[in-house]
């Protein structure tokens, strides 16, 4: 498993890819792979032998809980330190202040955005679709944090290039930042844009006091070995961001 270079020491920020060493076999090809979500029918139990496979991966680095959400394309973001509740929490951002916790975060296209404080006691994981960037689920998320995050990480997703949208996307942002006029190229088709989730996030990371930015040169549309993508197939996995303290 690979983790990002250049956080502070103890800070562990990764992406599961389709391919892994511990994937199950599937009687759904268009699951195979190593899948972890539970909303896209494939074998529940199949997941959580992904997600348990995963854990035991983490626990070399003293991780104990992992938590998962039932991820709604919203700006809800919880913090979480004590013992996680039976039912998955719903919303779209975590943060802990606590060491050995792993926070999870799933995707196929969405950009995942992982957030840490300077001193390496603080961090946050959060799913970024478009609607959840455009209502504020980074703003939400950094409100949340106890401490000023000094960085960020951003995950896979779908490049602008892949990405078509409406108008009324791209006026959910420019209405709020005009500024961000210059992350949508013109489409093709008449009133479609082509819309920049990566440029999107670090304006706003900017506008937040995140100078230190690292990731969102990979797309999840086109590299198809790599990572599960709903544009591409709307039957599909989910791969998941993770980032814990040691």
């Known amino acids: 498993m690979q983790f990002v270079q250049g956080l502070p020491?103890?800070?562990?920020?990764?992406?599961?890819?389709?391919?892994?060493?511990?994937?199950?076999a599937t009687k759904t090809p268009e699951?195979?792979?190593f899948n972890l979500a539970l909303h896209v029918n494939?074998?529940?139990?199949r997941v959580q032998q992904h997600r348990m496979a995963l854990l035991e991966e983490f626990s070399c680095y003293?991780?104990?809980?992992?938590?998962?959400?039932?991820?709604t394309h919203s700006t809800i973001c919880h913090t979480i330190n004590a013992e996680i509740?039976?039912?998955?929490?719903?919303?779209?951002?975590?943060?802990?202040?606590?060491a050995g916790h792993a926070l999870m975060m799933m995707t196929a296209d969405c950009l995942p955005v992982v957030l840490g404080n300077a001193?390496?006691?603080?961090?946050a994981n959060l799913h970024a679709g478009w609607r959840g960037l455009a209502n504020g689920i980074i703003?939400?998320?950094i409100e949340t944090m106890q401490s000023p995050p000094a960085w960020a990480w951003l995950g896979a997703a779908i490049c602008q290039d892949s990405f078509e949208i409406g108008a009324e996307v791209k006026q959910a942002f420019c209405t709020k930042y005009p500024e961000l006029d210059r992350a949508f190229k013109v489409g093709i088709k008449a009133d479609k844009f082509y819309a920049d989730l990566y440029a999107i996030a670090r304006y706003i990371l900017a506008l937040q006091g995140v100078k230190t930015v690292l990731g969102g040169d990979q797309c999840s549309y086109l590299q198809a070995k790599d990572y599960f993508s709903y544009r591409r197939a709307p039957k599909t996995g989910r791969m998941a961001t993770f980032v814990f303290m040691a």
């Open 119 to 123: 001193e390496g006691t603080e961090i």
């Open 42 to 45: 494939d074998d529940s139990q």
């Open 62 to 71: 003293g991780v104990q809980k992992v938590t998962w959400m039932t991820q």
């Open 85 to 98: 509740p039976f039912n998955a929490l719903e919303g779209d951002g975590l943060v802990t202040q606590t």
């Open 9 to 24: 020491k103890g800070i562990y920020v990764g992406q599961t890819q389709v391919h892994h060493e511990k994937t199950l």
């Open 31 to 33: 699951l195979a792979g």
């Open 139 to 141: 703003e939400t998320t």
